[in-house]
């Protein structure tokens, strides 16, 4: 069993660094790549100079997902290198037309903030700090893409791995399995931490937004069945018992979504006023995800029939359903 070196590099979110793994041997590939941007740079370099290794030797870089920490310089490794970049069907499109695909979900985002009755006060920050992604993202050339289907297997480290479509975090996540050696490569959906679903819109329906967190829990339950040895994140460093991990973090998920129906019932109606509630002390960084992950809840909470949303000319209002009595 070949193990891949782990790189951290530098980014921008709460995980403060992101994971790049190389496999050197058929050929030099990477899995992710980091974000553009100078330090970045370097710390891939330093990674593979420790192991006598340099970027221009890399002939594959495999995307697990759609976001600037995971995608971002692997236009630019490419450039060096001339290596092939593989993305999902689903990462196509993020990968070749980024800054307009970019623009989309800043717009949606917008929106949301908008229907969830956020103050402006709030959203404008969060929507400008957005606007600077892209400089951080570099679209990648034609040349250089290769596709690959959800269903597919891919060769690398002398292997053939199972791509895995695993929605919650991202709808453009995939991981990959190897059923004889049983590494993982997890992306953001095994997490030392329970990940973000994050805000995102429909391809098919951009007016529409996906539930990642009802997603979410749907991938941990195909995951938890899976025969891992060993899982490789996106952030973090590798580890066992993905199964006890799962456990705990999905058993956090109901737990807040417990809370948030009590929130719901006690009379809280506007979605960012709830998670103000669930998230009383964090910081506006972190109050972000806090939103993100409330919608989730209530998405949970709205597919249990425990939460009705109405969505009326001020924004969305959400009331739980009336208890039945026994």
């Given at each position: 069993m070949q193990t891949?070196?782990?790189?951290?590099?530098?980014?921008?979110?709460?995980?403060?660094?992101?994971?790049?793994?190389?496999?050197?041997?058929?050929?030099?590939?990477?899995?992710?790549?980091?974000?553009?941007?100078?330090?970045?740079?370097?710390?891939?370099?330093q990674g593979l100079v420790k192991a006598g290794l340099s970027v221009n030797e890399v002939r594959k870089i495999i995307i697990t997902h759609a976001h600037v920490d995971h995608i971002?310089?692997?236009?630019?490794?490419?450039?060096?290198?001339?290596?092939?970049?593989?993305?999902?069907?689903?990462?196509?499109?993020?990968?070749?037309?980024?800054?307009?695909?970019?623009?989309?979900?800043?717009?949606?985002?917008?929106v949301v903030f908008q229907k969830a009755q956020v103050p402006e006060v709030w959203y404008k920050p969060v929507i400008a700090y957005l606007q600077e992604i892209p400089a951080k993202w570099l679209p990648i050339p034609e040349k250089y893409l290769r596709r690959f289907s959800l269903q597919d297997t891919l060769s690398f480290a002398g292997n053939q791995w199972q791509v895995m479509h695993a929605p919650g975090h991202s709808a453009s996540q995939t991981c990959f399995f190897q059923p004889d050696t049983q590494q993982f490569f997890s992306a953001d959906m095994l997490l030392p931490i329970t990940p973000v679903a994050v805000?995102?819109?429909?391809?098919?329906?951009?007016?529409?937004?996906?539930?990642?967190?009802?997603?979410?829990?749907?991938?941990f339950e195909k995951i938890t069945q899976m025969?891992?040895?060993?899982?490789?994140?996106?952030?973090?460093?590798?580890?066992?018992?993905?199964?006890?991990?799962?456990?705990?973090?999905?058993?956090?998920?109901?737990?807040?979504?417990?809370?948030?129906?009590?929130?719901?019932?006690?009379?809280?109606?506007?979605?960012?006023?709830?998670?103000?509630?669930?998230?009383?002390?964090?910081?506006?960084?972190?109050?972000f995800s806090g939103f993100a992950m409330t919608l989730g809840y209530l998405d949970l909470l709205a597919a249990e029939g425990l939460v009705v949303q109405h969505d009326t000319p001020q924004g969305w209002r959400f009331e739980a359903v009336a208890q039945k009595q026994v």
């Open positions: 891949p070196l782990r790189i951290e590099l530098p980014a921008q979110f709460a995980h403060e660094t992101v994971n790049v793994y190389a496999f050197t041997e058929p050929e030099l590939t990477l899995i992710d790549s980091g974000e553009a941007n100078q330090a970045s740079w370097e710390a891939l370099q971002g310089m692997a236009a630019q490794i490419a450039e060096a290198s001339g290596a092939e970049i593989w993305v999902s069907d689903l990462v196509y499109d993020w990968a070749a037309f980024t800054a307009e695909k970019w623009q989309s979900r800043v717009d949606f985002l917008q805000i995102e819109q429909e391809d098919q329906v951009p007016q529409k937004r996906v539930p990642g967190l009802v997603q979410m829990v749907e991938s025969p891992i040895a060993v899982s490789y994140p996106g952030h973090g460093e590798p580890f066992a018992d993905h199964q006890g991990l799962i456990a705990k973090q999905v058993a956090r998920i109901h737990q807040r979504k417990n809370q948030c129906l009590e929130v719901v019932r006690a009379g809280v109606e506007q979605a960012f006023d709830i998670a103000r509630k669930l998230y009383a002390d964090a910081s506006p960084t972190m109050l």
